[in-house]
């Protein structure tokens, strides 16, 4: 007889996205695009505060966030354990962030998104971030109207890691090098957009980075690529060099910490029941039934 060959671990899968979730995702960014976007639109007579329209941005955003929660619940994406792994995530990427705010834009919570937006998914890594942001920014006291466009930024930022390719087949010094790479362009991408949360509300600055309200798009956004290499480039570049460290360095053993949890929590695994005592399918071949406590009874005649 041969041994039976040892069982290969369940590979750890990314959450789902039902139609449901994918549907509340798609309103939130579309909500997001035009909050980010519209000053750029508007004529110069209009009022171009970001510090007016956040309130309303933020009063629509946490019930959307909330409603991809659920749906994603609904779809059967995510279940108690799920919840908990979010919450456990989001509390240390909040405990992270303060390491290193305000020093040249060194932030170590920017690595944690990505490696969990790749473990988990994007449905879970845009939830991540936007929940990760806004509980650092109530424990830094970062609270203020830029506040639900960072959640929005950093949602983003973790859904795109979960939508890097290769989930199942990319593994090793590959998949870190593409980790590493998303880190590095993304924290670039994110100090951009947050950029034009505060470059229109922002008077006189100089005549070719300053934001014209009604002037043709084409002009104001080069503008404002010369506003963001004259003032951000060197910020951004700390985060993005910090990202890609910590995920070189760390990002393998992470990596493997959080399949190993999704494997032990079985997101995904389907719940059966066995037949019943009784039923007459749990007879063994001799026709011996296990009786209760261990009493064993012959079969009947």
């Known amino acids: 007889m041969t041994a039976p060959r040892p069982s290969r671990p369940r590979p750890a899968r990314p959450l789902r996205i039902g139609p449901r979730a994918a549907a509340a995702l798609i309103l939130v960014t579309l909500i997001g695009v035009a909050a980010f976007g519209w000053p750029l639109l508007a004529d110069a007579r209009s009022g171009l505060a970001h510090s007016q329209d956040a309130p309303w941005l933020f009063a629509a955003l ?3 966030l909330v409603g991809v929660v659920v749906a994603t619940i609904a779809d059967d994406g995510m279940d108690a354990k799920a919840v908990a792994m979010l919450g ?11 390491l290193g705010a305000g020093t040249a ?3 170590p919570m920017f690595f944690l998104m990505v490696l969990s937006g790749r473990v988990l998914g994007p449905g879970f890594g845009f939830v991540l971030g936007a929940v990760t942001m806004f509980a650092s920014s109530l424990l830094t006291g970062g609270v203020g109207p830029w506040m639900p466009f960072q959640m929005l930024a950093m949602a983003w930022f973790s859904l795109g890691a979960g939508l890097l390719p290769g989930a199942e087949r990319i593994r090793g010094r590959a998949e870190l090098a593409m980790l590493a790479l998303y880190g590095f362009l993304g924290s670039f991408a994110y100090g951009t957009v947050m950029n034009l949360q505060g470059w229109v509300i922002l008077q006189g600055m100089g005549q070719g980075i300053s934001f014209r309200p009604g002037d043709p798009v084409p002009a104001n ?20 060099a910090l990202t890609v460290v910590l995920t070189l360095t760390l990002g393998a053993t992470l990596l493997k910490a959080l399949r190993r949890a999704t494997r032990r929590a079985a997101f995904d695994a389907p719940v059966t029941f066995d037949a019943g005592v009784g039923s007459g399918r749990d007879l063994p071949p001799d026709g011996v039934r296990a009786g209760t406590e261990g009493e064993i009874r012959a079969p009947e005649r």
């Open 221 to 240: 956004l080069a503008r404002f690529l010369a506003y963001c290499l004259a003032t951000s480039v060197g910020w951004d570049l700390g985060r993005a």
């Open 105 to 107: 834009g060194l932030e």
């Open 62 to 64: 946490l019930p959307l």
């Open 88 to 98: 456990v995530l989001a509390a240390v990427g909040a405990a992270l962030r303060p």
